[in-house]
T-cell receptor
Framework: AQKITQTQPGMFVQEKEAVTLDCTYD???????LFWYKQPSSGEMIFLIY??????QNATEGRYSLNFQKARKSANLVISASQLGDSAMYFC?????????????FGQGTRLTINP | ETGVTQSPTHLIKTRGQQVTLRCSSQ?????VSWYQQALGQGPQFIFQ???????GRGNFPPRFSGLQFPNYSSELNVNALELDDSALYLC??????????????FGPGTRLTVL
């Protein structure tokens, strides 16, 4: 079974600073994928970044980068130059399999607040 | 490219009633997954539909059921509603052909309140 742990219920950061959101995972599968999603107050889950377990380099997407440390089973999200619009819930997720389906297993989330 | 849409956006029901939530998948996607997100929690996988059949289910009772139609849209039905069914219900579409990434694209959700 897969498990995602996000230990920071809330983070407060000044605008333009960088922020790291923590995520650790547990799985016995040799091949897996890790995702980060942003959920604003409207409710929609917005895909940010993906890291495959066999990817040689850490994933980057614009201001988002993923600090993937396989031996430590961590996949932290780094947001550079934070903006007021980054205030939202952030979820780390892992792709899992159940019967014939591919599902996402989510952590509890971290609420990020960017202060002006 | 049309994104994932869900209806209705909000719904209020009373305990014991039945509810149907609807989801239209993103263009080109043939797989639909449903998630329940209770307040303050991460989403929990309910089930997934592919080729109009349920191909995987999470830890949810049989009163949660679904359908997928030939155009890949889907319905989630919940019978005998309980207070704990109050949650945001998220639909996600993906393509079984997308490979290892198989990114799931989420709709805006339906917020269900059971009184």
């Amino acid at each position: 079974a897969q498990k995602i742990t996000q230990t920071q219920p809330g983070m407060f950061v000044q605008e333009k600073e960088a922020v790291t959101l923590d995520c650790t995972y547990d799985t016995s599968d040799p091949s897996y994928g890790l995702f980060w999603y942003k959920q604003p107050s409207s409710g929609e889950m917005i895909f940010l970044i993906y890291q495959g377990s066999y990817d040689q380099q850490n994933a980057t997407e614009g201001r988002y980068s993923l600090n993937f440390q396989k031996a430590r089973k961590s996949a932290n999200l780094v947001i550079s130059a934070s903006q007021l619009g980054d205030s939202a819930m952030y979820f780390c997720a892992m792709r899992g399999r159940i019967q014939g389906a591919q599902k996402l297993v989510f952590g509890q989330g971290t609420r990020l607040t960017i202060n002006p | 490219e049309t994104g994932v849409t869900q209806s209705p956006t909000h719904l209020i029901k009373t305990r014991g009633q039945q509810v149907t939530l609807r989801c239209s998948s993103q263009s080109g996607h043939n797989t639909v997954s449903w998630y329940q997100q209770a307040l303050g929690q991460g989403p929990q996988f309910i089930f997934q539909y592919y080729r109009e059949e349920e191909n995987g289910r999470g830890n949810f009772p049989p009163r949660f059921s679904g359908l997928q139609f030939p155009n890949y849209s889907s319905e989630l039905n919940v019978n005998a509603l309980e207070l704990d069914d109050s949650a945001l219900y998220l639909c996600a579409s993906s393509s079984i052909l997308a490979g290892l990434n198989n990114e799931q694209f989420f709709g805006p959700g339906t917020r269900l309140t059971v009184l």
